[in-house]
């Protein structure tokens, strides 16, 4: 049986032009591993230099070389004469499936990806946004904490924090704080103010520039109201906020100067006997 075997043929048909092959596929595979590694070491360094987030850098550079090293194996099974047809459609077959079932975590990597590229706020801001108000700990892939006033940790899907309104409030070095005081009809108003100038202007943390307004803003139902606007640093907002507040309530006691709270006066007329 075996007499009847041309080695020579066989060796020329099959065993050269395989080798060559299999030659070819390692060569490729080889040589597009070290390629993709040279890419991914040169993309590093450009997003490293855009001072881009590093979990986002190893995570968009994990991505591109796992595709780039699928590209180079379909090259290399397709120099062993593999059909590459069938395999790059079953690839997307389940890379649809996969998709449909992670639905809601790829709309929450797509959103952590926005917040690490365009960096609306970032890590020690005091932040509202996904309907929670405090400090962000951190900012991840699929979701963030945030840490409240109570010292409460709260994680946030990063689809639920891009998808509404985000407010910073670290994102200015300053801030201005809005306060209204009523004082009462009978009162001086310009004795009033007087006081109000001096207690906004004898605290140092209130800022000079831009300065403060104090004004009547409002003649109210039972009360005529102060606007009070200083301006402070981010940081001292509610420090400022809470002494201001009490300062005013015992400078107006010393002074006499009320501080009415809603009421009617109800007239009725006289009724004489009959």
Do not use: C
Not at 10 to 29: F, G, K, L, R
Not at 200 to 224: W, Y
């Amino acid at each position: 049986m075996f007499e009847n075997i041309d080695i020579q043929k066989m060796t020329d048909t099959y065993v050269i032009p395989w080798a060559i092959n299999i030659a070819m596929a390692i060569a490729i595979y080889i040589v597009g591993k070290i390629v993709v590694n040279i890419i991914a070491r040169v993309l590093r360094k450009l997003l490293g230099k855009s001072k881009m987030d590093e979990m986002l850098i190893n995570f968009v550079v994990s991505i591109v070389r796992t595709v780039l090293l699928l590209f180079v194996v379909i090259a290399a099974l397709n120099q062993l004469g593999v059909d590459t047809t069938s395999l790059i459609a079953l690839l997307g077959a389940a890379g649809l499936a996969v998709g449909l079932a992670l639905q809601n975590s790829l709309q929450n990597f797509a959103a952590g990806v926005m917040l690490l590229v365009f960096r609306p706020f970032k890590a020690g801001d005091f932040v509202e946004a996904g309907g929670v108000s405090g400090v962000v700990e951190t900012v991840g892939i699929f979701s963030s904490i945030f840490r409240t006033g109570d010292n409460r940790e709260v994680i946030i899907p990063n689809g639920a924090i891009y998808g509404g309104t985000i407010i910073n409030y670290s994102a200015r070095e300053t801030r201005r704080i809005d306060m209204v005081f009523g004082i009462g009809y009978d009162d001086d108003i310009k004795k009033a103010k007087q006081l109000l100038e001096k207690i906004v202007t004898s605290d140092e943390r209130v800022l000079s520039d831009p300065a403060p307004v104090i004004a009547v803003g409002e003649l109210a139902d039972s009360s005529v109201n102060f606007i009070v606007r200083p301006w402070v640093k981010s940081g001292d907002y509610w420090a400022v906020y809470w002494d201001l507040t009490e300062k005013v309530k015992l400078e107006f006691d010393a002074a006499g100067i009320s501080i009415p709270y809603p009421q009617m006066d109800v007239h009725t007329p006289d009724i004489k006997a009959a």
